[in-house]
Nanobody
């Protein structure tokens, strides 16, 4: 399985981006059985969870981006989305997706992620 994130780029503060992540090669039933998360890693910092999306599509947002992002999933396409608005320079990071379990394990190897750079 390859986790293929896309949609990143350079944007000015206050701008918006829509990220997409496809679990290419995943068996649909396996994708459907996983909670999915969007994560980000800024230079010199640890990877952190931005939002968790349950199997049923309910999203639980971390405080860092709550109110500025909306996450969703399309199980038929094995894809998750992250709509990001009102972006800030501190949102600059590489953004990744992965499946996760309630005991903290990840479903697949990490992909390359997609770079988001927010200029002030």
């Amino acid at each position: 399985v390859q986790l293929q994130a896309s949609g990143g780029g350079l944007v000015q503060a206050g701008g918006s981006l829509r990220l997409r992540c496809v679990a290419s090669g995943a068996i649909t039933s396996v994708f459907n059985a996983n909670h999915m998360g969007w994560y980000r890693q800024a230079p010199g910092k640890e990877r952190e969870l931005v939002v968790g999306i349950s199997r049923g599509g309910d999203a639980n947002y971390a405080d860092s981006m709550k109110g500025r992002v909306t996450a969703s999933r399309d199980n038929s396409k094995k894809t998750v989305y992250l709509q990001m608005n009102s972006l800030k320079p501190e949102d600059t990071a590489v953004y990744y997706c992965n499946g996760y379990s309630t005991i903290g394990t990840f479903a697949w190897d990490w992909g390359q992620g997609t770079q988001v750079t927010v200029s002030s």
